[in-house]
């Protein structure tokens, strides 16, 4: 057992990525091997992949076929300090609406105090705005926390036509099934521009689109990318033990399926009071299950899922007729209120509750929406704050606001009110549901959610897994977590 044990630990790693994407011709997998010894690596393709990457290159001249080959270490980072390599950092959840894009901001932001240049690519997105790409002199549609992330960290030595390679807008994956869209192309578009943007760049940060298999459709899920380009995921899950590693563990299982390595899990929005055993037990749990490290535990803040009145905008396709100043004020949606007693009732509670809430009505009460002009008139006059904002409801042609009232509410520079088409429990159920989203305009609320996640991740530890040469699953043939610690 000793002999066998010491002899493990003394003879040259050896690590194996079998290429999901690599297929020879009689379809079975073909695989390269990296060889790590001390951090130095080099790429060794075995017989059969040599033979199929002679005959991609034979064939890549006018034979349409679906055969790709690539190089998992292209994008590779050599330190010349240290020779270790750095591999490109690729952030997925376990579902939708984690935070992972929040973990993204404050990953780049921690990168940035550690290399000089940091380079960022969402390679499949799916909601796109519209910006302008320097190179192409053009505009362009990119996913947009691409948007997000390069105004926000100035990464002006990258440009946006290498940030967003693939874009799913509506009608795309039917396209893709009817042949209009291959995925040799899709890869090719991620490689191209992984090239650019590496090129650029000391590390590379990728953020993925939700969890692990999404994507999968139209064969660009994102463990299968994370694969493509060789970069260590880190997985984002929401607080809790039991459920979370359930999540987790369905994604490890696809990352394991296209030998992705896990750096570590990112456990976010953890209730304070549970922080400490949330942190305890999930990392034992995730060192003696799988062997990888809990990298961040963050505690939930509420305010960042508190919607400004902007991200109303958006959920209502509503623009506020007065108050334009403070779309970036943000609300509770547990402390909304919505107004079916008295005007002397309303008026009670819009001087004793807090200041800043949110009240829906609906069009036809017109005393309540004139009481609410005149609360806001009179605390303008005393100098007192007024922070409440009120979102009138009436469905479309059915009830409408009278010409009269709305240019009075027009002239209340500082008060916001929005009209919205829709009923008020309609309008209730829907902010009930919505989750708000980081975006560019909204900087303040980026501001805090980088200073909150921040701290909290060990960038020590990320930067060691992704750059050290052992394995992410707990195998026969990999260096345990124990001894990896002692290298």
Request: charged letters at 25%.
């Amino acid at each position: 057992m000793m002999t066998n044990r010491m002899h493990m630990m003394t003879r040259p790693f050896l690590s194996t990525r079998t290429s999901a994407l690599q297929r020879s011709s009689s379809g079975s997998a073909t695989r390269s091997f990296y060889h790590v010894v001390d951090d130095r690596v080099s790429v060794r393709p075995s017989s059969s992949n040599a033979t199929s990457s002679a005959k991609t290159k034979d064939n890549s001249k006018g034979n349409n076929n679906n055969q790709v080959n690539y190089d998992q270490t292209k994008f590779w980072k050599r330190n010349k300090d240290t020779g270790r390599y750095q591999r490109p950092i690729f952030v997925a959840a376990t579902k939708q609406h984690v935070g992972k894009t929040t973990v993204s901001l404050a990953l780049m932001s921690g990168l940035q105090k550690r290399f000089d240049k940091v380079g960022f690519i969402k390679p499949v997105g799916q909601q796109h705005v519209d910006v302008t790409s320097d190179n192409l002199n053009q505009n362009i549609r990119v996913d947009k926390d691409v948007c997000l992330v390069r105004e926000r960290f100035h990464l002006n030595h990258i440009d946006y036509e290498h940030m967003s390679p693939v874009i799913i807008p509506r009608g795309y994956t039917k396209k893709f099934i009817d042949g209009d869209i291959s995925e040799e192309q899709q890869v090719q578009d991620v490689e191209h521009a992984f090239e650019n943007i590496s090129k650029h760049s000391d590390v590379v940060l990728a953020e993925g689109t939700g969890h692990c298999a999404v994507g999968s459709i139209v064969n660009v899920n994102n463990a299968k990318v994370a694969s493509l380009v060789g970069a260590d995921m880190v997985l984002v899950a929401n607080g809790g033990l039991g459920s979370a590693f359930d999540e987790l563990e369905l994604n490890r299982i696809l990352c394991q399926h296209y030998n992705v390595r896990i750096a570590g899990v990112i456990i976010n929005k953890v209730i304070p009071d549970k922080y400490e055993q949330t942190k305890d037990y999930m990392s034992r749990a995730l060192k003696k299950a799988w062997g990888i490290p809990l990298l961040g535990c963050i505690p939930d803040r509420p305010y960042l899922g508190c919607p400004a009145l902007a991200d109303m905008e958006r959920l209502f396709k509503a623009e506020l007729i007065s108050g334009h100043e403070h779309r970036f004020r943000h609300y509770n949606v547990r402390d909304m209120n919505v107004v079916t007693t008295s005007l002397t009732r309303f008026l009670e509670n819009l001087r004793n509750k807090p200041s800043r809430t949110l009240y829906v009505c609906h069009v036809t009460r017109d005393d309540i929406i004139l009481g609410f002009m005149g609360e806001y008139q009179r605390r303008k006059n005393a100098g007192e704050p007024f922070e409440a904002a009120l979102l009138v409801c009436g469905r479309r042609e059915k009830y409408q606001i009278s010409n009269e009232v709305r240019d009075m509410i027009t002239g209340l520079t500082e008060a916001p009110v929005m009209v919205i088409e829709t009923t008020t429990h309609e309008a209730m159920r829907k902010m009930n549901q919505y989750t708000p989203k980081l975006n560019i305009d909204d900087t303040h609320r980026v501001s805090v959610a980088v200073e909150h996640y921040e701290p909290y991740i060990d960038f020590d530890e990320l930067l060691r897994r992704t750059t050290s040469s052992n394995s992410s699953f707990n195998d026969p043939s990999s260096v345990s977590f124990d001894e990896l610690r002692r290298l």
